[in-house]
């Protein structure tokens, strides 16, 4: 049997059961796959329950609140993807009343949707033939095409994004969501490839070679930049000080605790909390914790401090507001970068 025969008959007895599959609406693919971004299936399933049960459709997410988007968002991380999302939302209301359109040109216009989601979309839910190339698809094909090269650079991309248009035969859909499960379940990252469990193990260079663990091939990456902050969880009574982030770079407009650049003494903890104009009665050491982005990793230390009178318009002035713990709770997000700090606030 051919390439996609055996793909596909194995995909039919194994593919997995998804909460987004086999609906053929677009909205759910698209919203699925942004979520599925640097995060696994099994924490994306609870998000997308109560994401569709808030907005079931584009229409009603287009309308909602940005804040209320972010909130629902909250603990996914990479929150430009769910800015995207509303900002894409919009766009098909006013452009396509509210319908994810078929042609993929005008799926890839729309904000936050790259080459692989928007073939993803026109493949499963339009039955175009594009392969969705993605991180699974590349290692198969580094596998199967035994590729020499940087599987991350752009001539690899087109390699696979050709390797399997050309074996793409009936229900395209079907056909990029089994590769996704196959490189998810059966063609894993080295040290936990089951080739005894591969549909297409008969196309694979590699395994007949008896070395897919040599694939795929990667450039060294650079070690990751980490930065030292020191945390400030300003408190007043019942209610906590946040700010809200600069409108551009990492963690970009949402809401966080105070933070300095370096770790400072608990004597330079309560001089900052001075010059911002700020009464500082008591300070209690919270402790250290890591937070891992793609590219840095935040070295972080923190202090809360108890406040006393403090002038409004020294508040104003830097861009504090004061919320009680259940305004954080129901209705700010605030980063899981933050969340170890977040969880002293909420106990």
């Not at 049997?1 to 194994?14: H, K, Q, T």
């Not at 998000?47 to 907005?55: G, W």
């Amino acid at each position: 049997m051919e390439f996609s025969g055996e793909l596909l008959g194995w995909f039919r007895e194994n593919g997995r059961v998804l909460p987004w599959r086999g609906k053929k609406n677009a909205y759910y693919t698209w919203l699925s796959e942004i979520m599925l971004q640097q995060t696994r299936v099994e924490a994306v399933k609870g998000y997308f329950f109560r994401f569709i049960e808030r907005f079931p459709d584009i229409k009603s997410l287009a309308f909602a609140e940005e804040e209320e988007v972010l909130k629902l968002w909250e603990g996914l991380g990479y929150y430009s993807r769910a800015r995207n999302l509303h900002k894409g939302a919009k766009l098909l209301v006013e452009k396509f009343d509210g319908k994810m359109p078929k042609d993929y040109a005008d799926i890839r216009s729309i904000p936050g949707i790259g080459e692989y989601t928007a073939a993803a979309i026109s493949s499963i839910v339009f039955g175009e033939k594009r392969p969705a190339v993605d991180g699974n698809l590349l290692r198969i094909f580094s596998r199967c095409e035994i590729y020499e090269g940087d599987i991350l650079s752009k001539e690899a991309k087109f390699a696979a994004f050709q390797y399997f248009q050309e074996k793409m035969r009936d229900f395209p859909g079907d056909f990029n969501e089994a590769l996704m499960d196959l490189g998810a379940t059966v063609c894993l990252p080295k040290g936990k490839i089951d080739c005894d469990s591969c549909p297409i193990s008969s196309f694979c260079k590699a395994h007949r070679g008896g070395n897919p663990e040599d694939y795929p091939k990667r450039r060294t990456k650079k070690p990751r930049k980490v930065e030292k902050y020191s945390i400030f969880v300003f408190r007043e009574g019942d209610r906590i000080a946040l700010v809200k982030r600069p409108k551009k770079g990492v963690l970009a407009g949402l809401y966080a605790f105070y933070q300095v650049a370096g770790h400072v003494s608990k004597k330079e903890a309560l001089e900052e909390a001075r010059k911002l104009g700020f009464s500082a009665l008591k300070l209690r050491e919270l402790g250290a914790t890591r937070h891992i982005f793609t590219h840095k990793e935040w070295d972080m230390i923190g202090y809360e401090i108890d406040l006393g009178e403090f002038p409004e318009a020294v508040v104003k002035e830097e861009g504090f507001r004061f919320y009680t713990r259940e305004e954080i709770k129901n209705n700010l997000s605030i980063p899981s970068a933050y969340g170890f700090y977040k969880s002293f606030v909420l106990s």
